[in-house]
């Protein structure tokens, strides 16, 4: 089965449309503000459907909401070739979104009731990084048919056409995997029985550090979901600037440099997230090793603020690749955490919760950021996109502080 699970991560990352999402909606005459308001949209109606998802995957069957995922994000990718104004964008989002919140948490899940069965859980860390290094692996490769695709075709938006081969490979994946991976699934499932499973799960969340969680993952994931699209136009313009390559088309050299930097960028997420046990091993345990990575986070963000502040794109962008992976290192951890917390009957439901929290911060701190950097550039206060890095910088400064101070206070 791990070879079924690092297929599934494989393929849901054949992401070709990934590194040039930000610059399609550039090239479409979009305004910061404007895309954050659509990665706003998509936040939204990823948290109005996640803990639904993760009830109806606990009851329904994992694998049959996780074919209803990658079936709506096919259509998502046929929309988002196609469509050309503003407003049409939002329903290719609305799809999307469709697809993240019955993914998100069901197929971790998945895993940990697999390992349950096993009798491997003890394993969980290591098991689930090295799943999503094959995700990474699979991004690392889907980088380098993207780029080519769009050299070729010099078009963004073809690419989302492209995405859909995979997906539709990930539906077979599916079909594949063993019943006793739907979970404890009931026939004859009622609403009011969804509703019941949803509030027992809310319940648990009486738990004080399960709420704190909740909060270290909405600061720590929402910030860096919202502060990593920032990367492409700072690729774009290290590309514009870049002494090589000035004989070809904008959209031809920014299209090889996204490549290489996103490639490095995948392989070295691939082999953070494989090695994500070792700083939990190195730091004393799970809560430690989040908390070393918390303060390297500090740093990272602080030193991204003054590149991009000082306009030097090359360094703002190596910096930009430290970040990804310190998030990987991150994510298996975290995934840890929760899953302490977490049921064989209610895994998927828990998982979903956070994924919809860290939605929230994402949803706030999108526009919020678009709207900082147009404001910046409508009034030349240095580089173009530095309140990305002074942000995440106070957060990171401020949300561990937080979270030590209540629990010592638990502790007296």
């Not at 490095?264 to 430690?288: C, D, M, P, Q």
């Amino acid at each position: 089965m791990l070879g079924r699970f690092s297929l599934y991560g494989f393929l849901k990352n054949q992401k070709y449309y990934e590194p040039f999402m930000i610059l399609l909606f550039l090239e479409r005459g979009f305004s910061f503000t404007q895309i954050g308001i659509l990665v706003a949209f998509r936040e939204i109606c990823i948290n109005l459907f996640e803990v639904p998802s993760g009830a109806l995957a606990d009851m329904y069957g994992r694998r049959r909401c996780m074919m209803m995922s990658f079936a709506s994000y096919i259509i998502s990718f046929a929309l988002f070739g196609s469509v050309r104004t503003y407003i049409c964008f939002f329903a290719a989002m609305f799809f999307f979104s469709i697809g993240e919140a019955f993914r998100t948490g069901t197929h971790k899940a998945m895993i940990f009731n697999w390992l349950r069965l096993q009798g491997r859980l003890d394993e969980k860390t290591r098991v689930y990084g090295y799943t999503r290094s094959w995700s990474k692996l699979g991004s690392a490769f889907s980088v380098i048919v993207a780029t080519l695709f769009v050299i070729f075709t010099e078009s963004y938006s073809s690419v989302f056409y492209l995405s859909i081969v995979p997906y539709v490979l990930g539906l077979v994946n599916f079909m594949y995997y063993p019943i006793e991976l739907e979970g404890q699934v009931k026939k004859g499932v009622v609403a009011l029985d969804l509703f019941h499973n949803l509030w027992a799960t809310l319940r648990t969340f009486k738990i004080r550090h399960l709420r704190l969680l909740i909060a270290e993952s909405m600061a720590f994931e929402g910030v860096f979901n919202a502060a990593k699209d920032y990367l492409q136009p700072a690729i774009k313009s290290m590309a514009l600037a870049f002494p090589l390559l000035v004989y070809m088309e904008n959209t031809r050299r920014s299209a090889i440099i996204v490549g290489i930097v996103y490639f490095a960028l995948h392989l070295l997420s691939a082999w953070a997230s494989r090695n994500s046990h070792r700083i939990t091993r190195y730091a004393g345990g799970e809560e430690r090793g989040a908390y070393l990575i918390w303060k390297g986070a500090f740093f990272v963000y602080l030193l991204l603020a003054v590149a991009l502040y000082l306009k030097c794109y090359n360094i703002a962008v190596v910096v930009f690749v430290m970040l990804y992976v310190m998030q990987n290192l991150w994510r298996p951890i975290l995934i840890s955490r929760f899953d302490e917390y977490a049921t064989e009957t209610r895994g998927a439901t828990v998982l979903s919760i956070e994924s919809q929290a860290k939605s929230v911060s994402t949803m706030v701190a999108a526009p919020l950021l678009g709207i900082a950097v147009d404001f910046v550039n409508l009034h030349g206060f240095g580089g173009e996109f530095w309140p990305v890095g002074a942000a995440g910088a106070v957060i990171a400064l401020i949300i561990p502080a937080f979270i030590t101070f209540h629990k010592n206070n638990d502790r007296r």
